[in-house]
C-alpha cells in the first residue's frame, strides 16, 4: 500500500510487472474493463492486481524504487505465496 508520504514521482509505477499502480483520481484497467479510482489524494495500488510482484521476482519492486519509503505492506491484508499466485495467473489469463 501506499502511504502519504508519496510524492507521486511515477517510479514504482514502472517497476510493476502487474500494471498495479495508477495516479491518484486515475480509473485502473483489469482484463479490458474501467473500474473507478480507488484514490484521489495519492498514488495507489489496486489490491486486485498486487501480486507482491510474486510470478516475476523474489521482491515486491515498487518499495526500493520509491525515493520517499512510502511504500509499505498492508499490515491489515497479509496474502500467501499461494494466493498471489493464482492472483497472478488470474491475470495472466484475464489480462492486466
Ligand atoms: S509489489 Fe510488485 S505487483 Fe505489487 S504493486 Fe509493487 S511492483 Fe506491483
Ligand atoms: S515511487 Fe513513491 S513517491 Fe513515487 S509515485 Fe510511487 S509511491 Fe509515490
Excluded at 500500500?1 to 495508477?22: L, S
Amino acid at each position: 500500500m501506499i502511504t502519504e508520504e508519496c510524492i507521486a514521482c511515477g517510479a514504482c509505477e514502472a517497476e510493476c510487472p502487474n500494471d498495479a499502480i495508477y495516479e491518484a483520481g486515475k480509473d485502473w484497467v483489469i482484463g479490458g474493463e474501467t473500474k473507478q479510482s480507488l484514490n484521489d489524494e495519492h498514488t495507489y495500488i489496486v489490491p486486485d492486481k498486487c501480486t507482491e510482484c510474486v510470478g516475476f521476482h523474489d521482491e515486491p519492486q515498487c518499495i526500493p524504487a520509491c525515493p520517499t519509503e512510502a511504500i509499505i505492506m498492508d499490515p491489515d491484508h497479509p496474502e500467501d505465496k499461494t494466493a498471489l499466485l493464482a492472483k497472478k495467473e488470474h491475470l495472466d489469463a484475464v489480462g492486466r
